[in-house]
């Protein structure tokens, strides 16, 4: 296996915290400077297109999909919203950096009855932002009107379906669960607060069962109606990654004590136990086409641990590739199978692809 260095997508104004794709293909990011860009892995040298702005930053998102055809954009302060893009013409959405496409409105007046919030507002500078030093400065759009929910002062800190039911994980500890199928969102359970602020989610891919992390160090399995059914106990610290393995066999975790552990989720039993990074380990995913696991870490790593023995593969740091790679803490990763190209984001504003490919001799 060889690590290439390709490119680098420069713009974002804060740490980007989370990285996806639209059902085009976009990559989209968002971090603490509020910002959603889309960006063209196809064309890496155009600048990104900013969909929508959130004072106070955004922690999660979720881009349209078979669920729920609308994005959802989980704030630091606390905010959700809820708002669909949608193109004048056919042809208008198939690139991020087509500027053709429009917003459509959501009328704030049906705004969720709950707790309603103003639109998010464009960055007042936003039409002068055209250029930068670098050529990297993404162009901001005007920002669509939302619906806009206040869920408290707690951040939102991850989003995930289970079916038709949307799961947010917040800083306060509550693990809140969405109706969407009506016309607007609207809270439909709301479980006690767990003890500690809920970090990440992950949903069985088998079974109708979500897991969350949390700051106590401890996992918790919860059914569709809400109750935990299961906790693992065997992290120090916070909890910031989980990723199912085997059809759901097995949970890996990843936590701000740098461990990775391994859990049997049928019984229960902690498996494996072992430090991964020299500071928190960030964010875990699957790269199924080289059988490993990706790991993003604060100590400004990614690894790559084989999925089978979870045996140390590479490390990609300064030193493999000293112009490239990032030079604060590695957040989040995201696998694009079909350029099989690895994507990372972190504290350095920056987000950096990788290409996979087999070592030639």
């Known amino acids: 296996m060889e690590i290439i260095p390709l490119f680098q997508w420069p713009g974002h ?7 996806g794709r639209d059902v085009n293909g976009a990559v989209m990011s968002a971090g603490g400077d509020g910002t959603l860009v889309a960006w063209d892995p196809s064309s890496p040298q155009l600048p ?22 609308a994005w959802i954009i989980g704030g630091i302060r606390g905010e959700m919203h809820f708002f669909q893009e949608t193109a004048a013409d ?27 919030q103003p639109p998010a507002q464009p960055h007042e500078d936003a039409a002068q932002q055209r ?3 670098d050529g990297g400065l993404v162009h901001h759009a005007s920002s669509p009107t939302t619906i806009g929910i206040n869920t408290g002062k707690a951040p939102v800190h991850d989003l995930q379906f289970m079916g038709p039911t949307l799961w947010s994980a917040h800083g306060d500890g509550r693990l809140l669960r969405w109706n969407l199928e009506d016309q607007f969102p609207r809270m439909a359970y709301h479980s006690a607060p767990l003890p500690s602020a809920v970090r990440c989610l992950a949903t069985h891919p088998s079974a109708p069962i979500m897991a969350s992390g949390s700051s106590d160090g401890k996992i918790r399995l919860s059914s569709e109606t809400g109750e935990v059914v299961q906790e693992f106990s065997g992290h120090t610290l916070s ?26 989720t049928e019984s ?48 990609i740091n300064r030193e493999h ?15 694009l199978p079909e350029k099989s190209m690895l994507l990372s984001a972190g504290d350095d504003r920056k987000i950096r692809a990788w290409q996979i490919s087999e070592r030639t001799e």
Do not use: M
């Open 48 to 69: 990104g297109r900013a969909l929508f702005r959130l004072n106070g930053g955004i922690y999660t998102f979720h881009a349209p999909s078979r669920a729920y055809n």
């Open 90 to 116: 056919p042809e208008a959405c198939q690139s991020p950096n087509n500027a053709k496409a429009k917003s459509q409105t959501l009328s704030a007046a049906q705004q969720h009855p709950l707790v309603p």
């Open 321 to 335: 590739a000293p112009q490239h790679a990032h030079t604060h803490s590695v957040n989040r990763l995201l696998w």
């Open 268 to 315: 229960g039993q902690l498996l494996d136990r072992f430090p991964a990074h020299l500071g928190t380990l960030n964010h875990l995913i699957t790269i199924p086409e080289w059988e490993c696991i990706g790991s993003a870490g604060r100590d400004k790593e990614i690894r790559l641990w084989d999925a089978k023995t979870l045996e140390l593969r590479k490390v």
């Open 131 to 133: 250029t930068s030093s």
């Open 13 to 19: 104004r804060d740490a980007v915290y989370a990285l």
């Open 239 to 264: 909890v910031f990654s989980l990723l199912f393995l085997v059809g759901g066999k097995y949970l890996l975790s990843g936590s701000r004590d740098a461990h990775l552990a391994v859990w049997d």
